[in-house]
């Protein structure tokens, strides 16, 4: 069964950190693309970056470039998203996606960045 399991959500306050991780499970991991796509309350999916199959392509909305860092650990099969300098406007649920022959995605994991 394919999985893709976010954590790491929660509440910060202006200006925080956050790191979000999805876990990959079901499917060859490293042979596919991932990316993390978040959609706020009341507004249309967005999305945040993406990050290729051996990790060494990062790719980021040009908004969020130089706050938000993707990584992945193919071992662990896993796919994180370091969050810096979070703003009001950040709040959102985070998805993780995993596309190449087929798109998975996750159930989300909801941040929110008090004011």
């Known amino acids: 069964e394919v999985q893709l399991v976010e954590s790491g959500g929660g509440l910060v306050q202006f200006g925080g950190s956050l790191r979000v991780s999805c876990k990959a499970s079901?499917?060859?991991?490293?042979?596919?693309?991932m990316s993390w796509v978040r959609q706020a309350p009341g507004k249309g999916p967005e999305w945040v970056s993406s990050?290729?199959?051996?990790?060494?392509?990062?790719y980021y909305a040009d908004t969020l470039k130089g706050r938000f860092t993707i990584s992945r650990d193919n071992a662990k099969e896993m796919l994180f998203l370091q969050m810096n300098s979070l703003k009001p406007e950040d709040t959102a649920v985070y998805y993780c996606?995993?596309?190449?022959?087929?798109?998975?995605w996750g159930q989300g994991t909801q941040v929110t960045v008090s004011s």
């Open positions: 996606n995993a596309r190449r022959y087929q798109s998975f």
């Open positions: 079901g499917f060859a991991f490293g042979s596919y693309y």
């Open positions: 990050i290729n199959m051996a990790g060494g392509g990062t």
